[in-house]
Every structure is written in C-alpha cells, then in structure tokens.
C-alpha cells in the first residue's frame, strides 16, 4: 500500500494540529496557575499594602535628625 502526496500532507496536518492543541493546553494550564497564585497574593498582601503600611507611615518623624516612632512600620 502506497501512499499518495495528499495522504501523507494530512498526515502531517493531523500530527502537527494534535500538538498545536497539546501545547496550547499546556500554556493554559500554566497560564491558570499564575492566576491564582497572583490572587492568592493579592489577597494576602492587599491589607498590608493598602492599611497597615499608610497608618504605620503617618506615624513616623524626624527628631533630633533621627527617625521615631517606627515601632508600627517594624511590625
């Protein structure tokens, strides 16, 4: 059994379509894992980032060219 030209060009349309595919699912699986660990750590540091530190802040001067009360920042 021989095969003509069309059958071995569908051949390789097939092969490289069945890895197209494999690869993009790959891409999405990893491309998912970043999004939820950006959500993770977004929930995590959020009140850090947007609460804690600005309060920490105002707290903070100069006096005597030293910086005080950074006891909050620290924590």
Not at 11 to 26: E, F, N
Request: proline residues 1%; hydrophobic residues 45%; charged residues 20%.
């Amino acid at each position: 059994m021989r095969l003509s030209t069309s059958d071995i060009l569908s051949l390789i349309a097939i092969i490289v379509s069945l890895g197209s595919a494999a690869y993009q699912w790959y891409l999405d699986s990893h491309m998912n894992q970043v999004n939820l660990e950006s959500e993770y750590f977004k929930s995590l540091y959020s009140k850090h980032l947007l609460y804690d530190l600005p309060i920490a802040r105002k707290y903070i001067r100069f006096d005597q060219n030293k910086l005080v009360d950074i006891d909050l920042l620290i924590d």
